[in-house]
């Protein structure tokens, strides 16, 4: 790293303080999803959250879009959604000077900064996949064009663990294009008692602006230049290939509960995420503990458990928490 890019980690590390204390103004606890949010969003990728209704994933997605500049646009998934309904739709135009007609394409909620797909599994497959093209390259085709997405641009879904009545279950190609699944779990009893008291007041938070679009893009570029030892990557690829129950010498458990691990890009985003879990410590460079931290948002999405697995009552958190006490840092 240059000069320039170690002052540019300590000038991140101060401005990760601002938007800690600018979002803790109106979501009050949660200091882990915000962690993994903001990581999300450096490292480029996408973030699913896991969690009953009425705890705030909407209120955090649209505080960190005010507090970021960032353009905001909300989808509600439901059965009748259409994919134009996302990435927009051509209309009729008439020229009253001229009289002629022509089609324009009216960009749809998609063309946005941060995205916030509520109850992404309430729609069905074909609705879901119009979100593919734009999660991956950053770009929508419509009517025989191709339309570049703004950047810097994050997928928030929601989904609910609750009912599945009437919901579609994410096929694994979308889910794999998550780099955290991140689970919202109910606030402690002093976090709801300070929930209550200022939800229920009639005071409303300032926000102030901690960062914009251009200096989350050069925060972006930042991370991929972030050197790390190849140590760090053969802890990370050592980890994800112990999740499949096909490779040589597989663990005897991941054999038994495991139908299909997860894929290359499950290295790619531990180690993306480890470097930015770094910097956004002041570190210049990651460490294997920065790999172990973030396996679990990483992988428990990316792992099909077998049948087997379900018999014995086993989900992916017990089984990455069983790879993270066996798989051991080489050297």
Not at 62 to 87: G, H
Not at 134 to 154: I, K, R, S, Y
Not at 294 to 309: D, E, K, Y
Request: net charge negative; charged share 20%.
């Amino acid at each position: 790293m240059t000069q320039n890019d170690l002052e540019a980690v300590e000038h991140l590390k101060s401005a990760h303080q601002a938007l800690k204390t600018e979002i803790g103004k109106v979501i009050v606890g949660q200091t882990e999803v915000v962690e993994q949010l903001l990581m999300a969003l450096l490292s480029n990728g996408h973030c699913l959250l896991v969690g009953v209704p009425g705890l705030a994933k909407t209120l955090l997605v649209s505080t960190v879009a005010r507090v970021l500049d960032l353009k905001f646009s909300r989808i509600q998934f439901t059965p009748d959604l259409m994919p134009s309904d996302i990435t927009g739709t051509e209309i009729l135009e008439e020229d009253h000077t001229t009289g002629k007609r022509a089609f324009r394409f009216m960009k749809g909620p998609v063309f946005a900064n941060i995205v916030l797909a509520d109850e992404i599994n309430r729609t069905p497959p074909k609705t879901q996949a119009a979100l593919l093209q734009a999660m991956q390259e950053h770009e929508v085709t419509a009517g025989g064009q191709t339309f570049h997405l703004d950047e810097p641009f994050f997928v928030l879904a929601t989904q609910n663990p609750i009912e599945q009545e009437g919901t579609y279950p994410l096929p694994e190609a979308q889910l794999d294009r998550f780099m955290f699944n991140v689970y919202v779990n109910y606030p402690d009893e002093s976090e709801e008692h300070k929930i209550v008291q200022t939800t229920t007041s009639a005071a409303v938070a300032d926000l102030k602006q901690a960062m914009n679009a251009s200096e989350i893009k050069a925060l972006q570029q930042l991370v991929r230049r972030v050197p790390v030892s190849d140590h760090v990557i053969g802890y990370a690829v050592s980890l994800v290939r112990a999740t499949r129950p096909k490779e040589n010498s597989p663990l005897p458990y991941i054999k038994d509960w495991v139908s299909w691990g997860a894929g290359p890009r499950a290295s790619q985003y531990l180690v993306l995420g480890a470097k930015c879990r770094a910097i956004l410590d002041g570190r210049p460079t990651p460490a294997v503990e920065d790999v172990r931290a973030i396996a679990l948002p990483v992988l428990r999405h990316r792992i099909v458990t077998s049948f087997n697995a379900e018999a014995d009552g086993v989900g992916t958190l017990e089984i990455v928490e069983k790879l993270l006490g066996d798989v051991k840092a080489k050297g």
